[in-house]
Nanobody, 118 residues
Framework: QVQLVESGGGLVQPGGSLRLSCAAS????????MGWHRQVPGKPRELVAA??????SYADSVKGRFTISTDNAMSTVYLQMNSLKPEDPAVYYC?????????????WGQGTQVTVSS
């Protein structure tokens, strides 16, 4: 069982920055693909950034502004969010999914709220 705990959300002005953290229960990054998703009420959850075998990928809407990274020693995955826009507010979720057995091994954190407002 993998446990994920997010932190770092909050209120920021447009153009500002936030760094989200996701602490994992154990050394899982060599086994699981890690991602950050976001969701607003009434819309499906959206993948914004992922790291798979060391390679990163981003949704077009955040490319060039968001950066996903991992600290293996701390078992933590980060999402650095810069130049935040009014369309970025959402609950942001950390996800760990096994690349082969994704239906069985797919874990989510509790989410952290990001609000962008002046």
């Amino acid at each position: 069982q993998v446990q994920l705990v997010e932190s770092g959300g909050g209120l920021v002005q447009p153009g500002g920055s936030l760094r989200l953290s996701c602490a994992a229960s154990g050394k899982i990054f060599s086994i699981y693909d890690m991602g950050w998703h976001r969701q607003v009420p009434g819309k499906p959850r959206e993948l914004v950034a992922a790291i798979t075998s060391g390679s990163t990928s981003y949704a077009d809407s955040v490319k060039g502004r968001f950066t996903i990274s991992t600290d293996n020693a701390m078992s933590t995955v980060y999402l650095q969010m810069n130049s935040l826009k009014p369309e970025d507010p959402a609950v942001y979720y950390c996800n760990a999914v096994h690349p082969t057995y994704s239906l069985r091994y797919n874990y989510w954190g509790q989410g952290t709220q990001v609000t962008v407002s002046s």
